[in-house]
């Protein structure tokens, strides 16, 4: 069972996960806001930043609609990994990753439904438990420890 | 799917159980940044702040600052959670 969690005073719900570009070789742990208004995943420009990702490298994107307006957005192929006691869980996704702007910056990313869809979640706030069962995962492996 | 010839395993896969020791102590370090949010608010005001292995590594009034910071003294920015600790979050709406 994956473990998110509730900002102590957002109240906001996280959950956190390893995003790896295999084209480009980033990679680095994200803690996504979960998020299923958002059709699909998104990687804010912070957590681009941490990761050093070159935007000049990404060869695709695409106009999305948010609630501030339409905004152009990076596409590219990212594998997406989230651990419980058990497994490892992976997901090859089209991650959209947002052009960098300054007040954008706190901003988290957003987890979206193209991977909260495979899950059947718990959302308690009242008992602070934010809990995913796996129904399916696009690569799984057990762990020892 | 279990198949170790399964390409996102070829890469996430090639030590699983350290991607998993990495992600719990991220979320170790996410979950202290919420649970501490007032002593951070009073310790850091107004400040960028990174969380590494569940402590407070590196502080900086501007993100590049702290970024170089944390490149300087080999701390994985990958594995570090960053944050701007304002005193009176935003309302976020997505």
Same mark, same amino acid.
């Given at each position: 069972?994956?473990? #998110?969690?509730? #900002?102590?005073?957002?109240?906001?719900?996280?959950?956190?996960?390893?995003?790896?570009?295999?084209?480009?070789?980033?990679?680095?742990?994200?803690?996504?806001?979960?998020? @299923?208004?958002?059709?699909?995943?998104?990687?804010?420009?912070?957590?681009?930043?941490?990761?050093?990702?070159?935007?000049?490298?990404?060869?695709?994107?695409?106009?999305?609609?948010?609630?501030? #307006?339409?905004?152009?957005?990076?596409?590219?192929?990212?594998?997406?990994?989230?651990?419980?006691?058990?497994?490892?869980?992976?997901?090859?996704?089209?991650?959209?990753?947002?052009?960098?702007?300054?007040?954008?910056?706190?901003?988290?990313?957003?987890?979206?439904?193209?991977?909260?869809?495979?899950?059947?979640? @718990?959302?308690?706030?009242?008992?602070?438990?934010?809990?995913?069962?796996?129904?399916?995962?696009?690569?799984?492996?057990?762990?020892?420890? | 799917?279990?198949?170790?010839?399964?390409?996102?395993?070829?890469?996430?896969?090639?030590?699983?159980?350290?991607?998993?020791?990495?992600?719990?102590?991220?979320?170790?370090?996410?979950?202290?940044?919420?649970?501490?949010?007032?002593?951070?608010?009073?310790?850091?005001?107004?400040?960028?702040?990174?969380?590494?292995?569940?402590?407070?590594?590196?502080?900086?009034?501007?993100?590049?600052?702290?970024?170089?910071?944390?490149?300087?003294?080999?701390?994985?920015?990958?594995?570090?959670?960053?944050?701007?600790?304002?005193?009176?979050?935003?309302?976020?709406?997505?």
């Amino acid at each position: 069972m994956l473990r #998110g969690r509730f #900002g102590d005073t957002s109240g906001r719900p996280y959950m956190e996960g390893h995003v790896l570009f295999p084209r480009l070789g980033w990679s680095g742990n994200v803690s996504f806001i979960f998020d @299923t208004g958002a059709d699909t995943s998104l990687l804010m420009p912070l957590d681009a930043q941490r990761m050093g990702i070159n935007y000049g490298l990404f060869e695709d994107q695409e106009s999305t609609l948010g609630v501030g #307006g339409a905004s152009e957005n990076f596409i590219e192929g990212a594998y997406v990994a989230f651990a419980d006691d058990e497994a490892l869980y992976g997901y090859e996704i089209e991650l959209r990753i947002c052009k960098p702007a300054d007040e954008l910056m706190t901003v988290p990313s957003l987890l979206g439904r193209n991977i909260i869809d495979r899950w059947r979640v @718990t959302y308690d706030k009242s008992a602070a438990e934010l809990l995913a069962k796996v129904i399916s995962s696009d690569a799984q492996t057990r762990l020892e420890g | 799917m279990t198949d170790a010839t399964n390409p996102i395993l070829s890469c996430l896969g090639r030590d699983p159980e350290d991607i998993a020791r990495r992600l719990r102590e991220f979320s170790k370090s996410a979950g202290m940044l919420s649970n501490d949010r007032p002593r951070l608010i009073n310790e850091h005001p107004l400040q960028w702040i990174g969380v590494y292995r569940g402590e407070v590594s590196a502080k900086a009034d501007d993100l590049p600052s702290l970024m170089e910071d944390l490149e300087r003294r080999g701390i994985p920015l990958g594995d570090t959670i960053i944050r701007f600790i304002e005193k009176n979050q935003r309302t976020l709406i997505l």
